[in-house]
């Protein structure tokens, strides 16, 4: 991992694990069960790459809303504010690259497990706040198979 991400991505860590609210499981969707939610309109699509991975995968999943991690964890007020206009009667979906193998991943800057954490600290703070939160089990690379 190259040092541009890795204050961003302990930043994001420190500022939201403190977060008041108890901790609930945030449950893992796969690629079909999530296909099925916006096929019928009930789920929204969150990818918290960085503009640069983005670039490298060649876009988000159709529909899907952007707020990089590192955003999030500059400014903690924009992503409570961007969380606060997340519906409530939705599932909402949040998904990284996933994989170190894939071009999602912006040559290797971020490994698998740094990848499952930003998604999952943005994931918890989210349901924290009200919002029915899950992750996409095998982020965008799995997605695009």
């Known amino acids: 991992m190259t040092m541009r991400f890795l204050p961003y991505l302990l930043g ?7 977060c008041p ?25 969150v990818d918290v790459r960085e503009e640069v991975e983005v ?14 991690a590192s955003r999030a964890a500059a400014d903690p007020r924009s992503f409570e504010i961007f969380v606060n206009d997340l519906p409530r009667d939705k599932q909402v979906v949040f998904y990284a690259g ?10 290797k ?3 698998r497990e740094e990848d499952r954490l930003r998604v999952r600290k943005m ?12 992750t996409l089990n095998g982020g965008f690379h799995d997605w695009k198979r």
């Open 98 to 107: 996933e994989t170190v193998a894939g071009a999602s991943m912006a040559a």
């Open 21 to 45: 609210g108890k901790s609930v499981p945030i449950n893992s969707l796969s690629v079909l069960e999530v296909q099925g939610l916006l096929n019928n309109a009930f789920v929204v699509l």
């Open 55 to 68: 670039q490298a995968s060649g876009g988000v999943i159709e529909s899907a809303k952007h707020f990089p």
């Open 12 to 18: 994001f860590v420190l500022v939201f694990s403190g």
């Open 123 to 134: 994931a918890e703070f989210a349901q924290e706040n009200g919002v029915r939160a899950a």
């Open 109 to 111: 800057n971020v490994t």
